[in-house]
Structures are given as structure tokens and as C-alpha cells.
């Protein structure tokens, strides 16, 4: 998947969050991507590449 991602979209992830969701926002971008779920509001870090791999799919820009 090409990087067509920026500040704001939400994303669905491969695996899902243990509170039952799978839609994450981003919510900073650089070397590491720090997204936020969309279900409890918990916000976790990952290395870009990282990211870039368990990423599933973009729903909103």
C-alpha cells in the first residue's frame, strides 16, 4: 500500500484492539507513527515501517 496516509485519517489495522475495534486515527506523524483508537481513546506508537505492515486499509483521508 502506497503511503497516501496523513495527520488525521483513520485507518483499520490488521489485528484488532482488545477493547474491539480496529479503526485508528493518526494522530502524529515523523519517524514514528503515533495512532489513537477510535473505541477507548488509548494512543500507541509504531516505527513507520512497523505501521506500514499492519496497516489494512484507509477509510478516511
Same mark, same amino acid.
Given at each position: 500500500?502506497?503511503?497516501?496516509?496523513?495527520?488525521?485519517?483513520?485507518?483499520?489495522?490488521?489485528?484488532?484492539?482488545?477493547?474491539?475495534?480496529?479503526?485508528?486515527?493518526?494522530?502524529?506523524?515523523?519517524?514514528?507513527?503515533?495512532? /489513537?483508537?477510535?473505541?477507548?481513546?488509548r494512543s500507541i506508537?509504531?516505527?513507520?515501517?512497523?505501521?506500514? /505492515?499492519?496497516?489494512? /486499509?484507509?477509510?478516511?483521508l
Open positions: 500500500m502506497k503511503n497516501d496516509y496523513k495527520l488525521g485519517s483513520v485507518v483499520v489495522m490488521k489485528k484488532q484492539h482488545p477493547c474491539g475495534t480496529n479503526e485508528w486515527e493518526i494522530i502524529r506523524m515523523g519517524a514514528d507513527i503515533k495512532i /489513537k483508537c477510535n473505541g477507548c481513546g506508537m509504531l516505527p513507520r515501517i512497523e505501521f506500514n /505492515k499492519k496497516l489494512k /486499509k484507509i477509510i478516511k
